[in-house]
T-cell receptor, first 114, second 113 residues
Framework: DSGVTQTPKHLITATGQRVTLRCSPR?????VYWYQQSLDQGLQFLIQ???????AKGNILERFSAQQFPDLHSELNLSSLELGDSALYFC?????????????FGSGTQLSVL | ELKVEQNPLFLSMQEGKNYTIYCNYS?????LYWYRQDPGKSLESLFV?????AVKQEGRLMASLDTKARLSTLHITAAVHDLSATYFC?????????????FGKGTHLIIQP
């Protein structure tokens, strides 16, 4: 158990809908990352937050947004969902977001868009 | 654009054998990471390599980094079935500040008794 908690574990929804994925980092970790894993694209970095502020942005679509709250949990919002958004979404956390740190990954949210 | 290539992508081997997974990347970086993912599970950090010539070992796994060749290797010694998993290398390309990792496609390793 990495200590990173993601909910829900599975999500099935329809095209055009909006969903919210939630992540609670390890106790004491200030930095949260979101990654998307799909068969065709592999693991792709979406976005990073540190202590409530956006720190880095990767291949995140405009239809997607995220935030980190004062209690350090994070939410990833996916809107106007398309079939191609079906993927496993991982949250990871680290203490301070430095490049030398290990990332601790949650168990992921499997999103299926039908 | 940073590209990270692993080979092989699939590997089936017998217990007791040695093998090496290769990770090449396309731009200057002195930080490389290895992760393991079991089927249906999350990613587990194995090694963080932070400088040229870095070598780290844990159990039957040893990772090394050659930043001049832009190459990292993950060597498996006397493989056992429990090491069956998908192994990812990942690189970050920025100097200073934080950024996301760029992952390879993963090496799916099956170790047969």
């Amino acid at each position: 158990d990495s200590g990173v908690t993601q909910t829900p574990k599975h999500l099935i929804t329809a095209t055009g809908q909006r969903v919210t994925l939630r992540c609670s980092p390890r106790s004491g970790d200030l930095s949260v990352y979101w990654y998307q894993q799909s068969l065709d694209q592999g693991l792709q970095f979406l976005i990073q937050y540190y202590n409530g502020e956006e720190r880095a942005k990767g291949n995140i679509l405009e239809r997607f947004s995220a935030q980190q709250f004062p209690d350090l949990h994070s939410e990833l919002n996916l809107s106007s969902l398309e079939l191609g958004d079906s993927a496993l979404y991982f949250c990871a956390s680290s203490v301070s977001g430095l490049q030398s740190e290990k990332l601790f990954f949650g168990s992921g949210t499997q999103l299926s868009v039908l | 654009e940073l590209k990270v290539e692993q080979n092989p992508l699939f590997l089936s081997m017998q217990e007791g054998k040695n093998y090496t997974i290769y990770c090449n990347y396309s731009t200057t970086s002195d930080r490389l990471y290895w992760y393991r993912q079991d089927p249906g599970k999350s990613l587990e950090s194995l090694f963080v390599l932070l400088s040229n010539g870095a070598v780290k070992q844990e159990g039957r796994l040893m990772a090394s980094l050659d930043t001049k060749a832009r190459l990292s290797t993950l060597h498996i010694t006397a493989a056992v079935h429990d090491l069956s998993a998908t192994y990812f290398c990942a690189v970050d390309m920025t100097g200073g500040g934080a950024d996301g990792l760029t992952f390879g496609k993963g090496t799916h390793l099956i170790i047969q008794p």
